[in-house]
């Protein structure tokens, strides 16, 4: 079965410290892996995308790591600022029998204080 | 550009009464539409996904069932609503069928059955 596991389930940094999220995954055949930001009552919006020949993606102050050989991803905050504060979704696509469909993690929820 | 509506944005309904949530798309044709459901503190769950007009998938069974009547419509309803359905239910598109796209979600509506 297809499962996304993220983790912490819950971050609390203060203003301007880096810190990383985890994404560990069992799709297969992999497609693949996005991280998105969902703030509270929101649609998520993507962060960034990676296939299966990239290692590192960067957006801003978001990079994302990924290695499909232990199905890891990180998703690595530098200075962070208040507006971080959300859920922040992993999520990855399988492709079976030409349908993509993905599975999404349960989401780290990152609060930012000042 | 291509937009996706979703309404409406908050609903609050009694327990055996129907549902209707609808979501259109514009500026794109023959997306994969997707329905999603995300329960206070859980991940984004898949309830149903389309590839074309009337052609619906579910990946859960529940107390809901969606419809495709045209192209860039999908319709989430239910006759009797549960208190379980509560949650935050969100509409996605993504171009047909091809790996490394993005997908696309709208605002959301908060469902609360009472």
């Known amino acids: 079965k297809n499962q996304v596991e993220q983790s912490p389930q819950s971050l609390i940094i203060l203003e301007g410290k880096n810190c990383t999220l985890q994404?560990?995954?069992?799709?297969?055949?992999?497609?693949?892996l996005r991280w998105y930001k969902q703030d509270t009552g929101r649609g998520p919006v993507s962060l960034t995308i990676m296939t299966f020949s990239e290692n590192t993606k960067s957006n801003g102050r978001y990079t994302a790591t990924l290695d499909a050989d232990t199905k890891q991803s990180s998703l690595h905050i530098t200075a962070s600022q208040l507006s971080d504060s959300a859920s922040y979704i992993c999520?990855?696509?399988?492709?079976?029998?030409?349908?993509?469909?993905?599975?999404f993690g349960r989401g780290t929820s990152l609060i930012v204080h000042p | 550009s291509q937009t996706i509506h979703q309404w409406p944005a908050t609903l609050v309904q009694p327990v055996g009464s129907p549902l209707s949530l609808e979501c259109t798309v514009e500026g794109t044709s023959n997306p994969n539409l997707y329905w999603y459901r995300q329960a206070a503190g859980r991940g984004l769950q898949l309830l149903f996904y389309?590839?074309?007009?009337?052609?619906i998938s579910s990946e859960v069974p529940q107390n809901l069932s969606a419809s495709r009547p045209q192209d860039r419509q999908f319709i989430l309803s239910s006759k009797k609503l549960l208190l379980s359905d509560s949650g935050f239910y969100l509409c996605?598109?993504?171009?047909?069928?091809?790996?490394?796209?993005?997908?696309?979600f709208g605002q959301g509506t908060r469902l609360t059955v009472v």
């Open positions: 994404c560990n995954y069992t799709v297969s055949p992999f497609s693949n």
């Open positions: 999520v990855v696509t399988g492709n079976t029998g030409g349908s993509y469909i993905p599975t």
């Open positions: 389309s590839v074309g007009i009337g052609q």
């Open positions: 996605a598109w993504k171009p047909r069928d091809t790996t490394g796209t993005e997908a696309f």
